[in-house]
């Protein structure tokens, strides 16, 4: 089992501002699983979106607040709290506070699939 240091992944920029850095997983799928680090910038939204699998993002570092459909209302999130996200679920997730919302996530695919609800953000 390799060991990785998240100093030296390189990072993805995503548009609005995040970057994303895969930790575990590569393009060939040779990983049943991706692993992933989003920083995203105060003012970043995901905006809304599904996987066809479950994902569970953990946050580490700074605020914000989450949506998932069939939940009422946003959540607020900060570093502690875990998101289990099942596959096909639409949700997303912005960025409150004034410091970067860091988080990790976990993919269970060897994948990474997003499908994009651009008219469904709250």
């Given at each position: 089992?390799?060991?990785?240091?998240?100093?030296?992944?390189?990072?993805?920029?995503?548009?609005?501002?995040?970057?994303?850095?895969?930790?575990?997983?590569?393009?060939?799928?040779?990983?049943?699983?991706?692993?992933?680090?989003?920083?995203?910038?105060?003012?970043?939204?995901?905006?809304?979106?599904?996987?066809?699998?479950?994902?569970?993002?953990?946050?580490?570092?700074?605020?914000?607040?989450?949506?998932?459909?069939?939940?009422?209302?946003?959540?607020?999130?900060?570093?502690?709290?875990?998101?289990?996200?099942?596959?096909?679920?639409?949700?997303?997730?912005?960025?409150?506070?004034?410091?970067?919302?860091?988080?990790?996530?976990?993919?269970?695919?060897p994948d990474?699939?997003?499908?994009?609800?651009?008219?469904?953000?709250?």
């Open positions: 089992m390799p060991v990785i240091d998240v100093k030296k992944v390189p990072k993805q920029a995503f548009p609005g501002g995040a970057t994303y850095q895969t930790i575990v997983g590569d393009e060939d799928g040779s990983t049943p699983i991706r692993l992933g680090l989003q920083v995203s910038q105060p003012g970043y939204s995901t905006g809304t979106h599904s996987h066809p699998y479950m994902e569970v993002v953990t946050v580490v570092a700074g605020t914000g607040e989450a949506w998932i459909d069939g939940q009422e209302g946003l959540t607020s999130i900060g570093p502690g709290v875990t998101l289990v996200l099942p596959a096909n679920v639409k949700h997303g997730f912005r960025v409150t506070g004034t410091k970067p919302l860091e988080t990790y996530g976990v993919h269970a695919s990474r699939v997003v499908e994009i609800f651009p008219e469904d953000v709250p």
